[in-house]
């Protein structure tokens, strides 16, 4: 009887040893899922956030064209032809909402000049100039007087600050404005390509209205119209 009371002690610490033996085998297989746990939800939450950044860039890229396309563009002016309205590397902010060209505006448009063929509006050349007369208008420059008149009207231009200059032996210009159109000229009449030379511009080719000038600093304020 001893033996079996042995045998059946014997039976239960062997029993007691396996249950003892597989405790830290199973708390080591949770501690693993745990691990493995934490690292999945980390995973998650780090592409959760990279997504979130990718949306919010992409979000505020089409804004950013949006704002563009239609409510105010920023550009830099190229060359004297504004002088000394506007210089060279000004930089202007420009309207674009609701915007239509009157008489003495100072505007940016895309010309219809061979550089602009097959472009987009990221790519294309655009100019700065002053409207001298909208569709239906008359015009009729007089270089020997340094004259500019719109419907027999003479242009007061403060803005000038020399004569004009006669092209070749051209003294005398005139035209009809075709409804949709502008004619356009730069302050700096010795120096500007515009309507003299490419003809009156199409209305739709007008990008808006330079409204400031916020480049360089000490030259910061709006840009003077004559309207």
């Known amino acids: 009887m001893d033996d079996s009371n042995n045998q059946e002690r014997e039976t ?6 396996n249950k003892g033996g597989d405790a830290p085998a199973s708390a080591e297989n949770t501690g693993e899922g745990a691990e493995e746990s934490a690292e999945g939800k980390k ?17 505020a890229v089409v804004v950013a064209m949006f704002i563009r396309s239609f409510i105010f563009t920023v550009v830099r002016v190229d060359g004297p032809s504004m ?6 590397n000004d930089r ?3 309207w674009r909402l609701g915007y239509e060209p009157r008489q003495g505006d100072v505007i940016i448009f895309a010309p219809d000049i061979q550089s602009n063929a097959n472009t987009n509006m990221f790519n294309r050349i655009y100019w700065v100039k002053r409207v001298i007369a909208t569709g239906g208008q008359h015009v009729e420059i007089d270089y020997s007087t340094n004259s500019v008149y719109v419907d027999g009207e003479k242009l007061d231009e403060p803005y000038l600050h020399e004569d004009m200059v006669s092209p070749g032996n051209v003294t005398y210009y005139s035209v009809d404005v075709p409804e949709g159109q502008l004619f356009l000229m ?6 500007s390509s515009d309507s003299r030379a490419i003809g009156p511009v199409d209305v739709d080719r007008v990008v808006g209205k330079a409204v400031l000038r916020f480049w360089p600093f000490d030259t910061f304020g709006p840009v003077t119209h004559n309207n």
Do not use: P
């Open 92 to 94: 202007l902010v420009v």
């Open 83 to 88: 002088n000394y309205t506007l210089a060279d």
């Open 186 to 191: 730069g302050d700096n009449r010795n120096n």
């Open 12 to 17: 239960q610490a062997a029993d007691a040893e």
């Open 43 to 59: 995973k998650k939450s780090l592409g959760r956030e990279i997504f979130e950044w990718v949306e919010a860039i992409a979000l």
